[in-house]
């Protein structure tokens, strides 16, 4: 048995005797301080553009839609050395007088006196100035020329500073060197230049020690500028910034905050504007409660304020302009509590621990970054990817293996996320997994009910908090029979309410679980029991007697349904699903508050039960959340395992969710988990769909289907031989052939377009990397965005 060494003995070698563990080492003292991270004022400051959906918005920097034209490394590089070389060699030609009347307009617009018949300039006449600069400007025109000619620019960017700032610098020594040795010979007329300008002594009995001076002077200034200039060109400046952070560890690590995705460049901060800074509170001020503002802002400033209380209480003021006559309420809160005003009525103001990296200005959390490469869109490329509300509200539907991260790399950030907005008042969520699956810990919930665990606070409400019986049979049917083959859930729930019905208006309450069972099974005296209580309700009575007929038919449901409620009616049930009063049961119509919920199923010894309360609570949620009449809160259902959850009627509710302003996020290992019947229209219904890595073909394909093709550009290039006619022509061929190793051809190019699937079942199954997932998402307004492929940050 594979027990991955957990139960092993400990090896030991013959002869020795194994000495015990020595206690553990101490870890090693921190070489600098922990970095700090932006304040509260710069964090609101940081601009969030409006972009396109899964677009992380924190400082995001908008990309081009089309990749520019780029000259390959190779053809720039050899453009680069090939324009050098031929500037090189026009500047040798006019050095050497080879070019002739290249000082032509030079002597065209200066005085005759001012040369001699030679060309020379005559000293002491303002020839001997004119010359080196008209010099100097014909090589910078050179250099300009053909720097342009040779994308010089360009090809230093790409091939040196690219490499690094070690590199950079490497690279300017030999130029700096050689530009040195060409001034000291009087090559480049730099020197000829400035000593034309010097005001040196030429009387016969004038100083020439003072000369001399002078002279190595301006020599000296001239090589300390070109160093300097060259420095500059090599990065000396931003190599020396990296040596000083090198050097002192404690200033090593930057303030400014960072953003996946984004430039490596610090973001820049706004002016500070009190008609525009959000730290400033502007929309409060406008309103006339400048005392309050001053109090958030100081409650900010002194960072007593965290990025929950600001979303609380922007949410809090959202509310007030819906209803002004709250607003003394509002000030009178902000004044006496500050920062913990309007808080969750838990008392919460954060979570006790961050696994994701959140923004609840936009309320987006960050799941990893697009990768770079020609499968995704060149505008995301490179992208941080985040999820919010505005997607989650057309549900998500994730499939991947077990190990590919589907816990720890979404459901835990996007239910962590939504708990935090739960805490600012804008959000109500409900995690559900199999007992001990890491969604959380227990204080990051206002409620954790634990089915079957004699522990568990809360209890589970059966009956979803409904109070009428058809409503209730109708949920009881959807998860009792709701997956089983030829049984009606018609049927099922018809026969459900003509025992809910008569059994509430006997006891002012629906049975319990043992009570449903007896009911179902026709036991002789609850049956009696109940025909006592209801004397004098003849519609009740009716209802009764019509279950007693249907009872044992060919097409009576009931049989399926108490061999399902059977399953809950365990000893390890006990307790639970109480209708008596005596317990505390979480109902999902609580779905119209912030709350944030967590229930732990029992899977591993009643996966049976487990898979039916999944599909119960599925059958609550759409109930619920498309009744309420207060639609202000998101609310959210995920699942960390949806396996046998779905059903036909679940599937449409999940189409509804969309304009109940709500959403699931459901998680399966294969499709092969859902009805065949209901694999297309599952992924028609959801606007979100995720495909992690490791997903068979069969699943690839179903995916491919949904995402659809497009049009593609393709390029065929076509080799043909060329045969040479002439002996000339063919004897250069056959030493072409002999130094390259290949026959000289001709390459016919042809371009057309075709349609193809954005991502084929072969590339989803097996193109995917591990740590990565193909995601395509859907706004509630219809903006789309296509399958990415996204390499999942996860969790710490």
């Given at each position: 048995?594979?027990?991955?060494?957990?139960?092993?003995?400990?090896?030991?070698?013959?002869?020795?005797?194994?000495?015990?563990?020595?206690?553990?080492?101490?870890?090693?003292?921190?070489?600098?301080?922990?970095?700090?991270?932006?304040?509260?004022?710069?964090?609101?400051?940081?601009?969030?553009?409006?972009?396109?959906?899964?677009?992380?918005?924190?400082?995001?920097?908008?990309?081009?839609?089309?990749?520019?034209?780029?000259?390959?490394?190779?053809?720039?590089?050899?453009?680069?050395?090939?324009?050098?070389?031929?500037?090189?060699l026009v500047w040798s030609l006019m050095r050497n007088t080879y070019i002739p009347f290249w000082d032509a307009p030079l002597k065209l617009f200066t005085p005759h006196s001012w040369w001699s018949a030679n060309g020379e300039p005559v000293l002491e006449t303002g020839g001997v100035q004119a010359k080196p600069i008209y010099e100097l400007l014909f090589v910078l025109v050179l250099l300009y020329g053909f720097g342009r000619l040779g994308s010089w620019k360009a090809a230093w960017s790409r091939l040196v500073v690219a490499r690094g700032p070690w590199a950079q610098a490497l690279a300017v020594v030999p130029l700096a060197y050689v530009t040195l040795l060409l001034v000291h010979n009087y090559q480049l007329p730099l020197r000829q230049l400035v000593e034309g300008f010097l005001d040196f002594d030429r009387s016969p009995g004038g100083d020439r020690e003072a000369n001399r001076n002078l002279m190595s002077t301006a020599r000296t200034v001239i090589d300390v500028v070109l160093i300097a200039a060259f420095a500059g060109l090599g990065g000396g400046a931003r190599l020396l910034r990296r040596l000083a952070r090198l050097s002192s560890p404690a200033t090593s690590r930057s303030t400014a905050p960072t953003i996946v995705g984004g430039s490596d460049r610090p973001q820049r901060f706004p002016a500070e504007n009190p008609l525009e800074d959000p730290a400033m509170w502007p929309q409060v001020r406008a309103a006339?409660?400048?005392?309050?503002?001053?109090?958030?802002?100081?409650?900010?400033?002194?960072?007593?304020?965290?990025?929950?209380?600001?979303?609380r209480i922007r949410r809090a003021w959202d509310s007030v302009r819906v209803d002004p006559s709250r607003m003394r309420a509002?000030?009178?809160?902000?004044?006496?509590?500050?920062?913990?005003?309007?808080?969750?009525?838990?008392?919460?103001?954060?979570?006790?621990?961050?696994?994701?990296?959140?923004?609840?200005?936009?309320?987006?959390?960050?799941?990893?970054?697009?990768?770079?490469?020609?499968?995704?869109?060149?505008?995301?490329?490179?992208?941080?990817?985040?999820?919010?509300?505005d997607v989650l509200g057309t549900s998500l539907l994730a499939v991947g293996p077990s190990g590919a991260g589907k816990t720890r790399r979404l459901v835990r950030p996007v239910v962590e996320s939504l708990s935090l907005q739960a805490l600012a008042g804008q959000a109500a969520v409900v995690a559900v997994g199999a007992a001990g699956a890491q969604l959380g810990p227990d204080a990051a919930f206002d409620v954790v009910v634990r089915v079957g665990d004699p522990a568990s606070v809360y209890d589970l409400d059966l009956y979803g908090g409904a109070t009428d019986p058809d409503e209730a049979a109708t949920l009881l049917a959807e998860a009792f029979v709701g997956d089983v083959p030829g049984v009606d859930v018609r049927r099922a729930a018809t026969a459900l309410a003509q025992l809910l019905g008569p059994f509430r208006a006997a006891y002012d309450r629906f049975p319990t679980v043992p009570e449903l069972r007896e009911l179902l099974d026709q036991v002789p005296t609850a049956f009696d029991a109940l025909r006592r209580d209801l004397a004098g309700q003849h519609a009740m009575l009716r209802e009764l007697d019509a279950r007693a007929r249907q009872h044992g038919s060919h097409l009576d449901p009931g049989q399926a349904l108490a061999d399902r409620v059977a399953l809950l009616d365990r000893p390890a049930f006990a307790g639970f699903f109480d209708t008596t009063g005596q317990g505390r049961p979480f109902s999902l119509r609580a779905l119209e508050h912030p709350i944030r919920v967590r229930v732990d199923l029992p899977e591993r010894g009643h996966a049976d039960a487990s898979r039916m309360l999944a599909r119960l609570l599925l059958a609550q949620f759409n109930a619920a959340a498309a009744a309420r009449t207060d639609?202000?809160?998101?609310?959210?259902?995920?699942?960390?395992?949806?396996?046998?959850?779905?059903?036909?009627?679940?599937?449409?509710?999940?189409?509804?969710?969309?304009?109940?302003?709500?959403?699931?996020?459901?998680?399966?290992?294969?499709?092969?988990?859902?009805?065949?019947?209901?694999?297309?229209?599952?992924?028609?219904a959801v606007g979100c769909r995720m495909a992690f890595s490791g997903v068979t073909t069969w699943d690839g394909k179903r995916f491919a289907e949904a995402w659809g093709t497009e049009w593609v550009e393709t390029r065929d290039v076509t080799h043909r031989t060329v045969f040479a006619d002439q002996p000339l022509t063919r004897l250069m061929h056959s030493f072409r052939k002999l130094v390259t190793g290949k026959a000289v051809t001709t390459d016919a190019v042809t371009v057309r377009q075709v349609e193809r699937e954005r991502w084929s079942a072969s590339d989803l199954a097996h193109a995917v990397p591990p740590g990565h997932a193909v995601l395509s998402l859907t706004s509630v307004r219809g903006d789309r965005a296509t399958p990415l492929l996204v390499r999942l940050s996860g969790t710490s």
């Open positions: 048995m594979d027990t991955d060494g957990a139960y092993e003995g400990q090896a030991t070698r013959a002869g020795q005797v194994p000495r015990p563990a020595g206690p553990p080492t101490h870890p090693p003292k921190p070489s600098h301080a922990p970095g700090q991270g932006p304040t509260l004022a710069d964090w609101l400051r940081i601009a969030r553009p409006v972009a396109e959906p899964g677009v992380w918005r924190y400082g995001h920097t908008p990309r081009p839609t089309v990749e520019a034209a780029q000259t390959p490394d190779r053809a720039l590089a050899s453009g680069a050395v090939i324009s050098f070389l031929a500037c090189v006339g409660l400048v005392e309050a503002a001053d109090r958030l802002e100081s409650e900010a400033g002194g960072g007593r304020m965290n990025d929950v209380d600001y979303a509002f000030a009178d809160a902000v004044r006496d509590k500050g920062a913990g005003a309007c808080v969750h009525p838990s008392g919460a103001r954060d979570l006790p621990a961050r696994a994701a990296r959140h923004d609840l200005l936009v309320r987006q959390v960050l799941l990893g970054t697009v990768e770079e490469g020609a499968r995704n869109p060149y505008s995301r490329r490179g992208t941080a990817l985040a999820l919010d509300p639609r202000s809160l998101f609310a959210f259902l995920a699942f960390d395992d949806a396996s046998h959850t779905l059903t036909a009627e679940t599937v449409r509710g999940i189409q509804q969710l969309r304009s109940a302003h709500a959403g699931v996020l459901l998680t399966l290992r294969t499709l092969d988990d859902v009805p065949e019947a209901l694999r297309t229209p599952l992924l028609g």
